[in-house]
């Protein structure tokens, strides 16, 4: 939704935007008022101004509450049904995202039940005999209007449909009964029936708005359901035959043979190499990523990004002369860049130069502050912390988790395969920073997955079961968990869970890559 919106002003650290859709709303004053005379279709943009004004009244509401939970809101959106307070993240907790749900009618019914003391107000003043300063008919209609505007915004949003607010107490309610899993399907499904049923009546009523704003929250509830969330991506990749969208349903292999046939069309293009590599790099296939980037490089040898993963292939091999090789390159295309100091800092702390990894990091901040992307900022803060953290200074460690928290909460809680390398090293500094993002955002799934992933790659086989379990538990449909668990059961000598693993995630994965794996490992048991 903020890809389709644009910037009108910031409160207290957060973007107010309005929604492309919003341009609906000028025939809809139109049709509706049928003002005959400019003075008329200026009040008819004023009254319908006041309404999204009590909107906002309610997106802050939302805002504050989440606030009080730790959870960041970046942007609200207005749009025609009303308006988004688009939060960094969940409160992890039911209670606490039925509190932040229920924030936004809470403050339209309080604005409602003031404008109607105001209304009565005046109705027992005027029968005592007391005049008023404005016309006594105008005044009661206007506070009488303004109540009942803010009761209906209320109960609106109120209506059991995600992505509105009643949608989300529906959810928190049977999160308490049922778990993640059932709220999300059972919320998804009742969503399902209202939005069909709203585009039904926007049909039979011919009514442009109300179908956009059906279509809108239809989109919202699919967004529950990852599954047809997941098919609705295949459908649109196997259609347009992109790869990036196999990609952000992390199906590779599809994605992988879209590229190759590009190579073979295409064999000068380093693009091509770049983005076969960072796959190969991705499934650990580190041979196959390091011969990519180092074509791509020899296409185009001015290429930042083949340089990266040239270096991040080359820490993976723990290839250390070549890493610094690499930094090199970095510094001569981009003198002073803070991603080299940042990798300086990584290569040194892994050297056991405490001192000289502090003083590249500080060079990366440093550097950063001029740059107008910031790229790598948040990782910059979990690196100097992991610094200070072998220097005995777990405070201050704890500071820089506080800030790459506040920059971004989801980002901070995931933990891609390049972070998991990077940290996977230092166990105890995992450990400690999982029970920090533990706190801040309790029974988070990205953290199981993201901890349990790292656990994997760390030789923390117990753990890595634990978290995979538990996720298996709230989720039973996730694919690559079953795989991984399988080899966490095989590293710790448990062969008979470890197949049945394999097994399943052979049977349920529509993923290529996934399918592939599981069948590697049991035809490597099933011949040992």
Same mark, same amino acid.
């Given at each position: ?201 926007? /049909?039979? =009523?011919? &009514? ?9 929250? %239809? +989109? $919202? *509830?699919?967004?529950?359901? !990852? ?111 803070? /991603?080299? =100091?940042? &990798? ?9 130069? %405490? +001192? $000289? *990894?502090?003083?590249?990091? !500080? ?166």
């Amino acid at each position: 939704m903020v890809s389709g919106s644009f910037l009108i002003a910031r409160f207290a650290g957060t973007e107010i935007r309005l929604h492309w859709s919003m341009l609906l709303i000028i025939p809809y004053v139109m049709t509706t008022f049928r003002p005959d005379s400019l003075a008329g279709a200026v009040r008819a943009f004023l009254l319908v101004g006041l309404i999204f004004f009590f909107v906002l009244l309610h997106e802050l509401g939302h805002m504050l509450v989440a606030r009080a939970f730790g959870i960041r809101v970046p942007s609200v959106i207005l749009w025609p049904l009303g308006g988004a307070a688009i939060t960094e993240r969940e409160a992890g907790r039911p209670l606490a995202d039925l509190l932040i749900a229920a924030a936004g009618p809470l403050v339209n019914f309080a604005l409602g039940g003031g404008f109607f003391l105001g209304y009565f107000f005046m109705v027992l003043t005027i029968r005592q005999g007391v005049s008023l300063p404005l016309p006594e008919t105008a005044t009661q209609r206007a506070f009488l209007f303004l109540a009942v505007t803010n009761v209906i915004l209320a109960l609106t949003n109120l209506i059991p449909m995600y992505p509105l607010d009643g949608g989300r107490i529906f959810r928190s309610l049977v999160h308490m009964a049922f778990g993640t899993a059932r709220s999300n399907q059972v919320t998804f499904w009742l969503s399902l029936a209202l939005g069909v049923g709203l585009l039904a009546l926007a /049909v039979v =009523w011919r &009514n442009l708005l109300l179908g956009v704003t059906a279509l809108l929250l %239809l +989109a $919202g *509830a699919v967004s529950l359901h !990852q599954g047809l969330t997941t098919s609705l991506l295949r459908w649109f990749a196997r259609l347009t035959g992109d790869p990036a969208l196999y990609l952000r349903i992390a199906d590779f292999d599809p994605a992988m043979e879209i590229i190759n046939r590009r190579i073979e069309a295409d064999p000068r293009n380093p693009l091509l190499y770049l983005q076969r590599g960072i796959i190969s790099f991705t499934l650990d296939d580190l041979l196959h990523a390091l011969g990519d980037a180092e074509r791509a490089i020899n296409l185009a040898p001015g290429m930042v990004q083949a340089v990266l993963l040239k270096g991040a292939v080359a820490y993976a091999l723990q290839n250390t002369s070549q890493a610094w090789a690499c930094v090199q390159d970095l510094e001569k295309m981009r003198p002073g860049w803070s /991603v080299t =100091w940042l &990798n300086s800092a990584i290569l040194l702390r892994d050297d056991g130069d %405490l +001192a $000289g *990894a502090a003083q590249a990091i !500080q060079h990366a901040f440093e550097a950063v502050a001029s740059e107008r992307d910031r790229p790598g900022l948040l990782l910059m803060y979990l690196v100097r912390s992991s610094i200070l953290y072998r220097q005995g200074r777990r405070d201050a460690a704890r500071q820089d988790w506080e800030e790459a928290f506040r920059l971004s909460s989801r980002e901070a809680m995931s933990f891609p395969v390049d972070r998991q390398r990077i940290f996977a090293s230092d166990w105890d500094w995992v450990h400690d920073y999982f029970a920090f993002l533990e706190e801040k955002a309790p029974g988070s799934l990205m953290i199981l997955a993201a901890r349990g992933e790292t656990a994997l790659r760390a030789g923390q086989w117990q753990q890595a079961v634990e978290d995979f379990t538990r996720l298996m538990l709230q989720m039973p449909s996730l694919q690559d968990v079953t795989l991984y668990r399988g080899q966490a059961y095989q590293q710790l000598g448990n062969l008979e869970q470890a197949v049945a693993d394999f097994r399943r995630a052979r049977e349920i994965s529509r993923r290529a890559h996934i399918r592939r794996l599981a069948e590697v490992h049991l035809r490597a048991l099933s011949s040992s």
